[in-house]
């Protein structure tokens, strides 16, 4: 790797949302680059201000000229709160991103390079227009990119297809699988075979990723169709009738289920009651991020009737500490991988060999020595 980089000296903006995960992102930079002095850090001091009103300002404390500027947000992190009119307000995704733009109108075109990193992209779910509906994720990008962000780093995009909005950006989609069958083989390895693991995708949508999944671990595949009530309108969806398996027999198999997101988790808490009538040995749960919007009391029920075994996701976006000591919650740390990707990328250097997941996950199978039989 380089010594020195054409970019500028290394900085890190990490807004209040992202505060847990940044620090880690800059304690594994400071390991990889082997810096000895305790009180260094690359992250830069800011203030996030918000008036009685609701309205806010961010300022930088110290000046970011010809720097590498990456800024880390979290635009899930509903834990954040502020007092407005007397009450406490919890900020939404539309607030974190908000005080994105708010960084870079404070940077103000002065650093040598802005790249963005926010792992759960901005309004990804509403990455295709119906009728009269608004773009919203399409029309973030653009306004990211006229603000005079470099690259945009986020993980496991509801829809990739959105880069398409900013085709003269660099846009990087990147997914956990590596770090999340890694977990999954620490936990389960002993206790799993080829002959007894089937990977199933909850919808259509998700069947590319478990393909991955299920082509990289040499297992079977199977998937879930949702059958929708299209003359009503619920939550601003047509209200699931009935989940419908296509696919292999289940019985005595080891069910991962995968997807990029839970967000209530309806979907797939109705998927693992129709799973375990077909008397399967566990099921498990892998997804990118679960926002658990309606809590995680029916998870829990779950766990308790012997239906979930473990449910793995990643610390890309914000998890209640309640929630991480749930006995069928195992988180999986991406800081490491990210920081990889900062110093890569701040090095000027290719991150291809990073995200060439398929290659280390044979290696890892190998020395795991998933049984075949």
Not at 106 to 112: H, R, T, V, Y
Not at 114 to 125: E, G, H, K, N
Not at 244 to 263: F, H, N, S, T
Request: glycine share 6%.
């Amino acid at each position: 790797m380089k010594a020195t980089s054409y970019h500028g000296e290394l900085c890190l903006i990490v807004l209040k949302s992202a505060r847990e995960l940044g620090k880690l992102v800059d304690d594994w930079i400071k390991n990889l680059r082997n810096v000895q002095e305790p009180e260094m850090t690359y992250i830069l001091p800011i203030e996030e201000v918000r008036f009685s009103n609701g309205e806010g300002k961010l300022k930088l404390d110290e000046s970011v000229r010809g720097k590498d500027v990456y800024i880390i947000v979290d635009v899930g992190n509903y834990s954040i709160t502020y007092p407005m009119f007397g009450f406490e307000n919890h900020m939404s995704p539309d607030e974190h991103y908000q005080d994105v733009k708010r960084v870079l109108s404070a940077i103000g075109g002065k650093a040598n390079r802005v790249t963005v990193i926010m792992p759960l992209l901005y309004a990804s779910r509403q990455h295709k227009r119906k009728g009269r509906e608004s773009l919203d994720c399409a029309l973030a990008l653009n306004e990211l990119e006229n603000l005079g962000v470099d690259t945009i780093i986020s993980f496991d995009v509801h829809d990739p297809t959105i880069y398409n909005a900013i085709p003269n950006s660099s846009f990087e989609n990147i997914f956990p699988t590596y770090s999340m069958l890694k977990s999954y083989i620490a936990h389960e390895g002993n206790n799993i075979s080829k002959s007894n693991m089937v990977v199933i995708s909850p919808d259509t949508g998700a069947m590319d990723r478990a393909i991955y999944y299920a082509n990289v671990l040499g297992v079977d595949v199977g998937m879930f169709y949702k059958r929708r009530d299209h003359t009503r309108i619920e939550n601003g969806k047509n209200p699931i009738i009935q989940h419908e398996y296509i696919g292999g027999p289940l019985e005595g198999k080891r069910v991962l289920i995968v997807d990029d997101m839970i967000a209530s988790g309806e979907s797939i808490i109705d998927i693992i009651n129709v799973i375990t009538t077909q008397k399967i040995e566990a099921a498990y749960v892998a997804c990118t991020y679960a926002l658990f919007t309606e809590g995680v009391a029916k998870f829990d029920r779950l766990y308790e009737e012997g239906k979930l075994k473990k449910l793995y996701t990643t610390n890309l976006s914000y998890i209640p500490a309640e929630i991480k000591h749930k006995p069928w919650f195992v988180e999986v740390d991406l800081s490491k991988f990210i920081a990889k990707i900062i110093n890569t990328l701040s090095h000027d250097e290719s991150i291809s060999p990073l995200l060439d997941a398929t290659t280390r996950i044979r290696r890892l199978l190998k020395s795991a020595s998933l049984k075949n039989e």
